[in-house]
Each structure stands twice: as structure tokens, then as C-alpha cells.
């Protein structure tokens, strides 16, 4: 099992940045890929990034692709999520997850059996 804890969320102003960070707990945190997502309210949780195990592979939804980056550091137990030129929309919770799925990279919520508590980002125009 691993537990997660994201920082880093905030309020920014529309066209700014803002990096996320996640911290696992437990030294099996390279034999889980890792994932962002975000719950707007009334709205589904949808992924934003995905990283396979080594940090080799990523996934980017077409709403957050060339502005978000995902990445990862295994030495430190540590997935990033930087995010660029921020829009009003992208205003969320977002939690990062973990998967033990290595075959494929994971992409769906139900992939993820771990997650973290989540931090608010509000972009403002």
C-alpha cells in the first residue's frame, strides 16, 4: 500500500503556472505508475497526466497537452505535475494516484486504487 500527499495548489491568475507535488510514503513507490487528476464541482474526475513506473511513458488529455507536464523522481518518492499557461477552467481539485497496473499506462480513474487527500488550484482571470 502506499499513501500519497499532494502540495503546491494555490490561486494564480490566468496565463501563470503553478507546479504540484506528490509524496509517497514507502520504498515500492517505483513499481507503481502515477496519475493527476481533477474533480471540478459537478463534474467527473478526469485524468490530466499519467507516468509509467519508470517515468518513460506519459499521457496527456488534448485539454491540457503542451501546457501540463508530468514527472517523476523514484529516488525521492516524489510525482510533479507543472502546469503552464493556466486557463479559468482548469480550476479543480487535484489529486494524484497510484496504480500498480505496469502493462499498459493507466489512464481511467478505476485504474487507481490510491490516492491522495487532493489540493485546490483556482485560476482567476
Known amino acids: 500500500q502506499v499513501q500519497l500527499v499532494e502540495s503546491g495548489g494555490g490561486l494564480v491568475q490566468a496565463g501563470g503556472s503553478l507546479r504540484l507535488s506528490c509524496a509517497a510514503s514507502?520504498?515500492?513507490?517505483?513499481?507503481?505508475?502515477m496519475g493527476w487528476f481533477r474533480q471540478a464541482p459537478g463534474k467527473e474526475r478526469e485524468v490530466v497526466a499519467a507516468i509509467s513506473r519508470s517515468g518513460g511513458n506519459t499521457y496527456y488529455p488534448d485539454s491540457v497537452k503542451g501546457r501540463f507536464a508530468i514527472s517523476r523522481d523514484n529516488a525521492k518518492n516524489t510525482v510533479y505535475l507543472e502546469m503552464n499557461t493556466l486557463k479559468p477552467g482548469d480550476t479543480a481539485d487535484y489529486y494524484c494516484?497510484?496504480?500498480?497496473?505496469?502493462?499498459?499506462?493507466?489512464?481511467?480513474?478505476?485504474?487507481?486504487?490510491?490516492w491522495g487527500q487532493g489540493t485546490q488550484v483556482t485560476v482567476f482571470s
Open positions: 494516484a497510484a496504480s500498480p497496473i505496469g502493462i499498459r499506462l493507466p489512464a481511467s480513474p478505476t485504474d487507481y486504487p490510491y
Open positions: 514507502g520504498r515500492t513507490f517505483s513499481t507503481y505508475a
